[in-house]
């Protein structure tokens, strides 16, 4: 109890929960937001991607949640077994090089370098329109 509440709180300093289990990522999908920083090389590559392999926009199955509301990231796929991401091999370099148990430096160096470099992308707005 108290380790958990160790962890809580250390997470809460560093702004980002750590749902890694023995310090791997589980692929639960709780870091895939709609708002991402992305190149124009990123955005291109998704796209061509997409229509190759008719990827569809998964939608949360929440039935009250409306699609402008839906604040995970298009792309999670949350109804087989395990979530999962359908574009796994042409995924930003964000989601390559996050993870949520990084010490609070890396988290706010990748953090500062990718909202520098890229620009803000509503995922569902780029990719499926609203
Ligand atoms: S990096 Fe993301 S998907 Fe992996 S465990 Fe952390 S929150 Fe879950
Ligand atoms: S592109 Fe894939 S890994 Fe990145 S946020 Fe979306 S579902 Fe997660």
Known sequence: MI???????????????????????????????????LSDREIKDIKRYIAKHRIKECRRVAPLVKPAED????????????????????????????????PPSKVRVNKELFWRTRKPVDMRQEFFGR
Do not use: H
């Open 3 to 37: 380790a958990t509440l160790r962890q809580a709180l250390d997470d809460m300093e560093r702004g980002v929960y750590d749902f890694t289990k023995d310090g791997k990522c589980t692929g639960c999908g709780e870091c895939c937001s709609n708002f991402l920083p």
């Open 71 to 102: 604040w995970l990231c298009p792309f999670l796929d949350g109804t087989k077994p395990k979530d999962k991401c359908t574009i796994y091999q042409v995924r930003p370099q964000i989601c390559r090089a996050f993870v949520c148990n990084q």
